[in-house]
């Protein structure tokens, strides 16, 4: 070990090759000072092709107080920009499954003017370069935003905005025999009606197109849903001996085999820290099926200083998703009525759900008078399944749905 050890000293520390490094390391540092959003876009760019290291770039350039902007078809190039000294574009040409010819022949047809809808872009630019798939990576990234808002709407869109701009083209080498006025142009420029995407549905888009979510976190989904629960943030984190709760999205994932068996390393990352959690080959042989990317994870377990690598390492003792959290812990189903009373409409609602031991249910009660709070009888007690919360969090809106958590061991 040590003859190994020589060896590399003969070359680690070599003079001129430590001065070579120290003077780049003094250069770049002095662009990330006094130029940072052009020393930003300049090194996204040269990475736009590995979504890992654009996300690295991207979280470092938040933690130094930069702005990133989202894509936008009619303020973006090809690469990241310097729009001031603090912020920064998000190059088209860093959304998957586009690639250069088409954002190219996309910022030609820009000379022209900025679009005005998706039905301005498609007649505009050349459909043998920009085809379906590369517009429908363009709203999921959010390049669409400024010209329309609702994703859903842009992305059903799509395909009859290319068949009417082709419609277009072939009518306009026609004459009409009557001088008549051509009105192809207004086929499908009016978008399909659709619902917008949720917030979850809208992060995991963005993640198919960018490599990950740019415009939040996907815990932020969650976060609401598990505010009574008395979870540690992972940015709180401090090694014990007792046991603690915590929850995070799974952002990757490895197998590893040991003595014991397999076992896995998950990166649980909650938006404030990130950490490792092993899981035992008996756990992750009954949950296997939760521990997949991008999926919600509620922990219990030890946490403790990992010597070697340094940090924290967690090793779990259990391991919920949210339906089996609230399924195990859910006390009470809390509905603000929001001034949308309606006994008939309640009864309708929780009905399909009733079932004996299991959660509670409380209203919120208020008029100009005075506010309580009225329990509903045993008899009404529910299922807290996903459907009936989106069923409530739509006609009640979701934050006044909530679900009350007890009975939780090991809290801190």
């Given amino acids: 070990l040590f003859d190994l050890m020589e060896k590399f000293a003969g070359y680690g520390f070599n003079r001129s090759h430590a001065a070579a490094y120290a003077l780049l390391a003094y250069q770049t540092a002095y662009m990330k000072a006094h130029h940072p959003a052009a020393f930003m876009a300049a090194n996204l760019s040269l990475v736009m092709d590995d979504t890992d290291k654009v996300r690295m770039f991207r979280d ?40 250069e010819s088409a954002i190219n022949a996309i910022l030609e047809a820009r000379r022209g003017g900025p679009f005005t809808s998706l039905a301005d872009l498609c007649l505009r630019v050349d459909k043998r370069m920009v085809n379906r798939r590369v517009l429908e990576a363009l709203v999921r990234a959010g390049a669409f935003d400024a010209l329309a808002p609702n994703r859903a709407s842009l992305f059903a869109s799509v395909g009859r905005a290319l068949e009417a701009a082709e419609q277009r083209e072939r009518m306009a080498a026609q004459v009409s025999l009557f001088g008549d006025g051509d009105d192809t142009g207004r086929v499908g420029a009016e ?28 815990f932020s989904v969650y976060e609401r849903e598990l505010e009574g629960f008395p979870r540690v943030a992972l940015a709180r984190l401090q090694a014990a001996e007792h046991r603690v709760w915590l929850a995070g999205v799974v952002n990757a994932a490895r197998v590893q085999m040991t003595r014991r068996g397999r076992m896995m390393v998950v990166l649980l990352d909650d938006g404030s820290a990130q950490v490792e959690l092993t899981v035992f080959n008996e756990l992750f042989e009954r949950h296997r099926d939760k521990l997949k990317e991008d999926a919600l994870l509620v922990v219990q377990g030890k946490v403790q200083r990992d010597e070697f690598a340094g940090g924290l390492r967690v090793t779990a003792d259990e391991l919920y998703d949210l339906a089996g959290l609230r399924a195990r812990f859910a006390a009470r189903l809390r509905l603000e009525m929001n001034g949308q009373s309606d006994a008939r409409r309640l009864k309708e609602v929780l009905a399909p759900y009733r079932t004996d031991g299991a959660c509670a249910v409380s209203v919120l009660y208020e008029n100009g008078a005075a506010v309580c709070e009225v329990a509903l009888g045993d008899a009404w007690r529910v299922r807290p399944d996903a459907q009936l919360l989106e069923h409530l969090g739509a006609w009640l809106e979701p934050q006044n749905v909530r679900i009350v958590y007890a009975g939780v061991s090991g809290a801190s």
């Fill in 191 to 218: 978008l399909v009606d659709a619902k917008p995407w949720d917030r979850r549905q809208t992060l995991m888009e963005e993640k198919s197109a960018l490599g990950f979510a740019l415009s939040g976190h996907l």
């Fill in 60 to 99: 470092d350039a938040v933690a130094n107080g930069l702005t990133l902007l989202p894509p936008d078809v009619n303020a973006s190039g090809y690469r990241f920009v310097p729009v001031d000294a603090r912020t920064l574009r998000y190059g088209l040409g860093a959304v998957r499954g586009t690639g």
